[in-house]
Structures are given as structure tokens and as C-alpha cells.
């Protein structure tokens, strides 16, 4: 399964950005997704999910309120935005599927697809 993320980039504390991932072999709206991020010297770290049926959305406590994720059918697109960014927001981010919300870390310890991630750095 190809997963690409793209929209990372440098943005100072409180700042925005939205990243966006694209899903050439699924379609996105069909299926579990999540965005996971990994910090240096850290682990893999679940930050939000949406459910492929209902579109039910799940945040991790230290991002619930500042950032949203959505997806277009029609574009088949997913999407984190993510908003008064905080330094210990930045990380590579992952998009992912086959997790459920709130995944323990047995199961980020399992093969599961994801793509090759896009950085966020929040410094001033």
C-alpha cells in the first residue's frame, strides 16, 4: 500500500500547517487511517485517527483541540491540520492505516503500512 505524505515544513510556535496524504491503491474513505508522529531519540507516537465508516475522529490528549483530521472522498485525501503549534509538536509525520484509534504499543509494534513521512519542525 502507497502512502504519501507531503505539506511539513518550519513554522514558528503557534503557527499552522496542514499535511496532507495521498492514497493511490485505497481509497481513503473506506478505510481506518491514522496520522503517527516520531520525534529524534523518541518512538512512534499515535496522534489521530478517523474510522473508514462512520468517519468518527480520535485525538491523542496533547493535540486534541489544536489539530483536526478530515478527509475528501472525492480527491481521496487525508488530512491533518494542525494548529497553534507547539516545539514538542516537531516530528516526522506519518500517515498510516490498519491501526485502530488508540492503538497500544503492541500494535505500533506490528507491520502495518505506512508512508515515508513529512517533517514538522516548530522553532522560532
Known amino acids: 500500500v502507497q502512502l504519501v505524505e507531503s505539506g511539513g515544513g518550519l513554522v514558528q510556535p503557534g503557527g499552522s500547517l496542514r499535511l496532507s496524504c495521498a492514497a493511490p491503491?485505497?481509497?481513503?474513505?473506506?478505510?481506518?487511517m491514522s496520522w503517527l508522529r516520531q520525534a529524534p531519540g523518541k518512538g512512534l507516537e499515535w496522534v489521530s485517527h478517523?474510522?473508514?465508516?462512520?468517519?468518527?475522529?480520535y485525538y491523542a490528549d496533547f493535540v486534541k483541540g489544536r489539530f483536526t483530521v478530515s478527509r475528501d472522498s472525492a480527491e481521496n485525501m487525508l488530512y491533518l491540520q494542525m494548529n497553534a503549534l507547539k516545539t514538542e509538536d516537531s516530528a516526522v509525520y506519518y500517515c498510516?492505516?490498519?491501526?485502530?484509534?488508540?492503538?497500544?504499543?503492541?500494535?505500533?509494534?506490528?507491520?502495518?503500512?505506512r508512508g515515508k513521512g513529512t517533517q514538522v519542525t516548530v522553532s522560532s
Open positions: 478517523i474510522s473508514g465508516d462512520r468517519g468518527n475522529t
Open positions: 498510516a492505516t490498519g491501526l485502530p484509534p488508540f492503538p497500544t504499543p503492541g500494535h505500533l509494534r506490528l507491520p502495518f503500512p
Open positions: 491503491e485505497l481509497m481513503i474513505r473506506s478505510r481506518d
